[in-house]
């Protein structure tokens, strides 16, 4: 999935959110959270691949979603999801937009993390 793909399947998906993007020195960060209670269940970002670990300096696009903690570990395993990027590790999981992970993976987590916010 691409950041595009992510935010047409969050707009589709589920009616209740709004965006907004709250750091002027990163205006291609943007926020997903829900209408009543403004909480964020996912951050789509543009950062460079060393924040995640690799030794090889590119931009890549990321999303981060909430993640039920006593699953975090397993996910982490897989190619594409690490620990999350500047947020709380026990709680959020960072997915690559690389096309590492599957659609329906990526998919899976986001609708979690919005029922782990709601």
Request: charged fraction near 25%; include cysteine; proline fraction near 5%.
């Given at each position: ?9 969050i ?6 959110t709004?965006t907004?993007?709250?750091?002027t020195?990163?205006?291609h ?8 209670n ?26 981060n ?30 997915i ?6 599957p659609?329906?993976?990526i ?6 993390s ?5």
């Amino acid at each position: 999935m691409t950041r595009e793909d992510v935010e047409m399947y969050i707009y589709k998906q589920f009616d209740d959110t709004t965006t907004n993007t709250p750091w002027t020195q990163f205006p291609h960060y943007k926020v997903f959270r829900h209408q009543d209670n403004r909480k964020w269940f996912a951050l789509v970002m543009n950062i460079t691949t060393d924040k995640l670990g690799s030794t090889k300096i590119k931009p890549i696009d990321v999303l981060n979603i909430k993640c039920d903690p006593t699953m975090i570990g397993s996910f982490r395993k897989e190619p594409g999801i690490y620990a999350a990027y500047h947020m709380d590790k026990s709680n959020w999981l960072t997915i690559s937009l690389d096309g590492s992970v599957p659609t329906e993976r990526i998919k899976m987590l986001l609708d979690m993390s919005h029922r782990l916010t709601k």
